[in-house]
T-cell receptor
Framework: NAGVTQTPKFRILKIGQSMTLQCTQD?????MYWYRQDPGMGLKLIYY???????DKGEVPNGYNVSRSTTEDFPLRLELAAPSQTSVYFC????????????FGDGTRLSIL | GESVGLHLPTLSVQEGDNSIINCAYS??????FIWYKQESGKGPQFIID?????DKRQGQRVTVLLNKTVKHLSLQIAATQPGDSAVYFC?????????FGKGTTLSVSS
């Protein structure tokens, strides 16, 4: 199984540009998450979804948007890229909320210049 | 605020030694704890988890200990190998999302 797949792996954006980070999982998990990881730090939750059509904000949602039209896909949208959004972005999924382990993709490394 | 932290940012051990990585948490309502391993350029990889109704859980070469009295979590790795070199994160959950600590970098020398 592929697990959680993220694309692209790397991207450089100019300030003000927009882009969508793609995430798909093949484990039929209802729960999906987006995190960002800044250098030397732990992961911070941006948005999460408990199922198709349902999303909610995490700890650091400003500057991002998400949608969940299918169980498999959970894209993250940056509308107006800012240097503060330079980070590594991880998507994760789990079969349940909180008390189940989350399975992570290998991340998208995003630089905004 | 509520957060999970680790006592040491780095830990260096010799191959074959046992490693102990510590983590303190602050939310007494947390009922689920998990350890992840993150290698360079990769996403976090699940190692082991434990629920608050347990004090100890063992896996293959790894043991997690939970002390709810002092809100402390530890990961023990037996017979540490060079392949264990990575950043280790603990995370806690009180039923919503996982809250991650900053990580401990484990370096294993031969």
């Amino acid at each position: 199984n592929a697990g959680v797949t993220q694309t692209p792996k790397f991207r450089i954006l100019k300030i003000g540009q927009s882009m969508t980070l793609q995430c798909t999982q093949d484990m039929n998990h209802n729960y999906m998450y987006w995190y960002r990881q800044d250098p030397g730090m732990g992961l911070k939750l941006i948005y999460y979804s408990v199922g198709a059509g349902i999303t909610d904000k995490g700890e650091v949602p400003n500057g991002y948007n998400v949608s969940r039209s299918t169980t498999e896909d959970f894209p993250l949208r940056l509308e107006l890229a800012a240097p503060s959004q330079t980070s590594v972005y991880f998507c994760a999924s789990s079969s349940g909320q909180g008390i189940q382990p989350q399975h992570f993709g290998d991340g998208t490394r995003l630089s905004i210049l | 605020g509520e957060s999970v932290g680790l006592h040491l940012p780095t830990l260096s051990v010799q191959e074959g030694d046992n490693s102990i990585i510590n983590c303190a948490y602050s939310n007494s309502a947390s009922d689920y704890f998990i350890w992840y391993k993150q290698e360079s350029g990769k996403g976090p990889q699940f190692i082991i988890d434990i629920r608050s109704n347990m004090d100890k859980r063992q896996g293959q070469r790894v043991t997690v200990l939970l002390n709810k009295t002092v809100k402390h979590l530890s990961l023990q790795i037996a017979a540490t190998q060079p392949g264990d070199s990575a950043v280790y994160f603990c995370a806690e959950s009180a039923g919503t999302a996982l809250i991650f600590g900053k990580g401990t970098t484990l370096s294993v020398s031969s």
